[in-house]
């Protein structure tokens, strides 16, 4: 061997312990690598007549570009239907979202299928992950949304109804079991809670009441008078206005803008503080929600409205007195004493037992749909909406029935 051959040959060797120790792999190497250590691997087999076994090795990650769940059933011999698939990821080296994508993605074509997935063969992780995403069922809407066919509609229907039904009647129940620990002294509940509540349901509601009920007052005086003038009978407008007031229209309203006002700050405040699972962390302290938050805005909204009751039937006397002097040429002595001659003190009984009703209804509705209310900000905005319009329908419905009772009664 000639002395430059031996050098040539000595290059090559060198070389070649430089390209090992640099950890720099020849083409050969790096298919290696590849194949095992950094690629994924599939394969899938019968494990059973109807059941088949996914085994899967290396790397499962994202950068990996890993293989599209719809093509790994086409793999699978020739033989019965599958019923079930299982899986064997013993061989994974590492694995990242990229695992749990293609796992669900692989289950919703099972689903579509009608093959059972069988999660007990896949990394812990990846299992908590898939129960955690599964956890609330997925809502379509939109052009997503499937319609049903009728007698879906009419039981699923039903099914709700029912559900809504039984919740309600549960947290009526509640709210009276409070209502004897109150008066049994054990109920807790922040007093401060309760004054707070009493200022938002007391002093600050009296601009609104003032502005709605006076001009209530004054519309009602109108409405009168357009009528009495015809006979020369404007003195009864006195009569109208106050009987009106006092029995009926002094609640009512008083009671609508108490559900716009106040039962849709109670929703908004249980249905936020459900966002922010405030409602659970009471739960496992041992607190009662429904003596913590509800009972104190109960009790404020029972207590406050009688008082803007009668309040309210003073400033819608009031606005009628404006138009009967202003308008209709009666003096301030003549309204005053028609009207202390129509009303008794029967009246302002009967408007007051109606406010109280309607607090009841007001605080209970709000506080309902905020205790129903989802985990996202939409939904307080639904629980807001609900309460608003069952408070008010249940004031409707409910001063229905109290009018029948006080003419059966002969009030």
């Avoid at 499962?60 to 698939?85: C, N, S, T, Y």
Wanted: hydrophobic letters at 50%.
């Amino acid at each position: 061997m000639t002395q430059r051959e031996v050098s040539w040959l000595a290059f090559l060797l060198s070389f070649g312990f430089a390209v090992r120790w640099s950890g720099v792999p020849t083409d050969q190497a790096q298919a290696t690598i590849s194949s095992t250590s950094r690629r994924w691997q599939l394969s899938i087999e019968r494990a059973e007549d109807d059941a088949a076994l996914l085994r899967l090795a290396g790397s499962w990650k994202l950068e990996d570009h890993l293989p599209d769940p719809d093509a790994v059933m086409e793999q699978l011999p020739p033989g019965r239907p599958i019923r079930r698939l299982a899986f064997d990821t013993q061989g994974i080296t590492g694995w990242d979202t990229g695992l749990l994508a293609y796992v669900a993605k692989l289950g919703e074509w099972n689903v579509g299928k009608g093959i059972e997935t069988d999660l007990t063969g896949l990394p812990d992780g990846i299992q908590r992950l898939l129960r955690l995403a599964t956890a609330v069922p997925r809502r379509q809407t939109g052009a997503a949304a499937k319609r049903l066919p009728w007698l879906g509609r009419v039981g699923t229907t039903a099914i709700a109804t029912w559900q809504a039904a039984r919740s309600t009647v549960t947290f009526v129940g509640e709210v009276a079991l409070a209502l004897v620990a109150l008066l049994r002294g054990r109920a807790r509940f922040q007093n401060s809670e309760l004054a707070i509540h009493l200022q938002a349901c007391g002093a600050q509601a009296f601009p609104i009441v003032t502005l709605i009920t006076f001009l209530v007052g004054v519309i009602l005086a109108f409405i009168g008078a357009i009528q009495l003038r015809q006979f020369g009978a404007q003195i009864y407008v006195a009569d109208l206005v106050g009987i009106a007031m006092a029995q009926e229209m002094g609640a009512l309203m008083t009671g609508i803008i108490m559900s716009g006002r106040s039962g849709a700050a109670f929703a908004a405040q249980i249905g936020t503080m459900q966002v922010n699972e405030e409602v659970d962390a009471l739960q496992t302290l041992g607190l009662s929600p429904v003596e913590f938050l509800v009972l104190p805005r109960m009790l404020a909204l029972m207590l406050m409205i009688p008082l803007l009751t009668v309040y309210a039937d003073l400033l819608g006397i009031l606005g009628g007195a404006f138009v009967g002097v202003t308008m209709l040429n009666l003096t301030p002595t003549q309204y005053w004493n028609e009207t202390r001659s129509a009303l008794t003190l029967t009246y302002f009984v009967m408007g007051l037992v109606k406010g109280e009703v309607f607090g009841m209804l007001i605080a209970l509705t709000g506080c309902l749909r905020g205790m129903q209310c989802g985990r996202s900000s939409a939904a307080v905005g639904l629980a807001v909406t609900s309460a608003v319009v069952s408070g008010i329908v249940c004031i409707i419905c409910s001063d229905a029935i109290l009018t029948v009772i006080y003419h059966v009664l002969g009030l």
